[in-house]
């Protein structure tokens, strides 16, 4: 009798193996995320906030401050002077970045351009220069005394132009982001251009629609989930601003200054005077910055998204 229940037995013992099996699969399969999330992003995040909890004295060293070093930032001149840079940086940079990205999206969307593959990849290209190189490039030509524009200037017998003056100096940062990140933008606008349905453009087609009302009437609306993906990704980019104006600012150290924008001021506190508990301070509120933005933003736009 009991070898009759045997593999009875062993079938529910391999099927209860089995389940199990599966329950954990997922876990297994999500672990190597979660390790390397945590190592990476939370563990450092954890021991900022720690250190933003602490103050380095030169007679009492690491002492414990508590809140006092957000309450300080609250009050910072130059951390809020480098937030409205970045403000009128974004202003300046973004709007034209996305419509140039959309103009261009649209236009090899719409078959009108030869060779579009070679458009696309030239499009893209400035994308895959790392930033650092583009800066240099784009500091290069922007050169007071030995870039092309003042060499052509000086050819012509005209004043050559100061693209490092105070006054300019937001929109030549924000030319060497466009530049970069024009193709980036436009790939995601193409890929979302493409999956519209084609039955779509022959319908406008047929009833006489032109290409300008497709594209504003159709095309627009069905891209509004990727443009709100494309601005709130701009949002944040454009707060964590540094490397152009921390190369920018060997050309220009009278209108860059340590305190230019949020990340380069607390890089300078951290490298330079060895402040890293207000450092990490001044990281922290700049990260509650850009999340409230990109929430307030976000909120507005579901509150008036356009009627598809």
Do not use: H
């Amino acid at each position: 009798m009991a070898m009759s229940n045997s593999p009875a037995a062993a079938t529910r013992s391999a099927r209860s193996g089995g389940f199990t099996s599966r329950k954990l699969a997922p876990y297994l399969f999500l672990a190597p995320f979660v390790l390397l999330f945590i190592a990476f992003i939370v563990a450092p995040l954890v021991y900022a906030f720690y250190m933003s909890l602490y103050r380095d004295t030169l007679v009492g060293g690491r002492q414990f401050a508590g809140a006092a070093s957000y309450i300080m930032v609250a009050g910072d001149g130059k951390f809020w002077g480098g937030v409205r840079n970045l403000v009128l940086f974004g202003i300046v940079q973004v709007p034209i970045m996305l419509c140039l990205a959309l103009l261009f999206a649209i236009v090899l969307d719409r078959g009108q351009v030869y060779a579009k593959g070679l458009f696309r990849l030239g499009f893209f290209l400035p994308y895959a220069v790392p930033s650092v190189v583009a800066t240099i490039i784009w500091g290069y030509l922007y050169g007071p005394t030995f870039g092309p524009f003042t060499q052509m200037a000086k050819a012509f017998n005209l004043p050559p132009p100061d693209f490092l003056s105070p006054g300019a100096m937001i929109f030549s940062l924000a030319n060497i982001a466009t530049w970069e990140y024009v193709g980036y933008n436009m790939v995601i606008y193409y890929a979302a251009l493409k999956a519209i349905p084609s039955d779509l453009a022959e319908a406008s087609q047929i009833d006489g629609a032109s290409s300008w009302q497709f594209a504003r009437l159709i095309q627009l609306p069905l891209l509004w989930p990727a443009i709100l993906l494309t601005i709130i990704f701009s949002i944040n980019g454009t707060l964590q601003l540094f490397n152009e104006p921390y190369l920018m600012r060997a050309l220009a150290r009278d209108v860059i200054n340590s305190s230019y924008t949020p990340n380069l001021y607390a890089y300078s506190l951290a490298t330079q005077n060895q402040q890293y508990g207000y450092a990490a301070a001044v990281s922290f509120v700049l990260g509650i910055v850009i999340a409230g933005a990109s929430y307030l933003f976000t909120l507005i736009t579901n509150r008036r998204r356009p009627v598809q």
